[in-house]
């Protein structure tokens, strides 16, 4: 119990900028799309082993773009400070 306290309470302190959220998420738009562009390559190779090692890059992919997605999820956007001077 005490585990799950601390990883809440460190989710409610985490914040990131809007600037950095748009990179993570157009990181994973590319990780996701590298991913299906070589899952559809594996169909033009014949070496089940060279088709193996593909798969393992898909999954790899699809693996960190799931773990930047988690971490968007756990995180929250800083609102910028946006006083003006008098």
Known sequence: MYCDDARQEMREHFQISIRFQRLIEQRIARLESDAAFDEA?????????HIRRQMRLVAAERE???RM??????????????????
């Open 64 to 66: 960190e773009a799931d």
């Open 69 to 86: 997605r988690r971490f968007l999820e756990r995180s929250n956007t800083r609102i910028p400070n946006l006083t003006t001077p008098n």
């Open 41 to 49: 390559a594996t169909e033009r190779l014949s070496d089940c082993d």
